[in-house]
């Protein structure tokens, strides 16, 4: 079974190999059929009468079985998200699972990803990210969620929802601290592509008394690293050394605490005496 990724938002941003798999494959699998059926008619690809079958969220687990029924008959088969890449806030992980659990190849055609594109362009680093999708829409279990967020010490790459953005950026603003550097991305490859980089206020501010529409990407810089106490570098200098060298310990403890290797290498020696 393929997993293919389909633009999201211009129609020559397909791979050729995928353009390949779609022609190719015995069955057609989408998240949503009208978008397929017109991207191939895009590339010039027919249907030619094979199977074209609707897996969203609500019958992906329904529709399972005849997908393996054909995987299992030894027929290809290739599924599409709308946009972007299959099992990334996208159906496609129940299927995947279920074809790999009964034994049938799971291969990837990569493309677009409205994730790593807003990476791209963000201005953030990308050395490390989480990727946490679309935040709960309103209630304690939104609150939660954001809080949650606020110290990772990765970059973070949310999607939202246009009508509930400038909510969010207000509240990452009061989690994450207003000064918190961050890019909204809006309708990455399309036409009116937009990104507004700053801090979470600036951001904030900018999107005052407009309408947003299409798709929004909010990707926000790592929480900055804590102040260790000297009582906390100590015990994890501690730590370290009961599995390493003097020097690999002190370098360990330097890049994971955020403070200077001077610091921690003083530290050694005074506990060597």
Request: with cysteine; proline share 5%; charged share 20%.
């Amino acid at each position: 079974m393929w997993l293919v990724a389909t633009p999201i938002g211009a129609a020559r941003d397909i791979t050729l190999r995928a353009l390949d798999i779609l022609a190719g494959a015995d069955m057609l699998a989408a998240e949503d059929t009208r978008t397929l059926r017109h991207l191939m008619e895009i590339h010039g690809i027919a249907l030619a009468g094979r199977p074209l079958l609707a897996v969203h969220d609500h019958n992906e687990a329904a529709v399972a079985p005849r997908i393996l029924g054909a995987l299992a008959a030894g027929k290809s088969v290739a599924y599409a998200s709308e946009a972007g890449t299959p099992l990334v806030s996208d159906p496609g992980f129940v299927l995947a699972r279920a074809a790999a659990a009964a034994g049938h190849p799971v291969h990837a055609a990569p493309g677009a990803s409205a994730v790593l594109a807003a990476l791209s362009v963000a201005g953030l680093p990308t050395d490390r990210f989480l990727f946490a999708g679309f935040p709960p829409a309103s209630g304690g279990e939104r609150r939660r969620f954001l809080a949650g967020l606020a110290q990772v010490a990765a970059t973070v790459v949310l999607y939202e929802s246009p009508r509930r953005v400038a909510r969010l950026l207000g509240e990452l603003a009061a989690d994450f601290g207003a000064d918190r550097p961050a890019a909204l991305c809006r309708e990455l490859t399309k036409r009116h592509e937009e990104v507004i980089r700053g801090t979470l206020a600036t951001v904030s501010v900018a999107l005052e008394g407009r309408e947003i529409k299409g798709e929004v990407v909010l990707v926000i810089d790592r929480a900055p690293p804590r102040a260790a106490s000297p009582e906390s570098i100590q015990a994890a200098l501690e730590e370290a050394l009961k599995s390493m060298s003097v020097k690999d310990a002190v370098s360990f403890v330097a890049q994971d605490l955020g403070v200077t290797r001077k610091l921690v290498y003083r530290m050694a020696l005074d506990r060597e005496g």
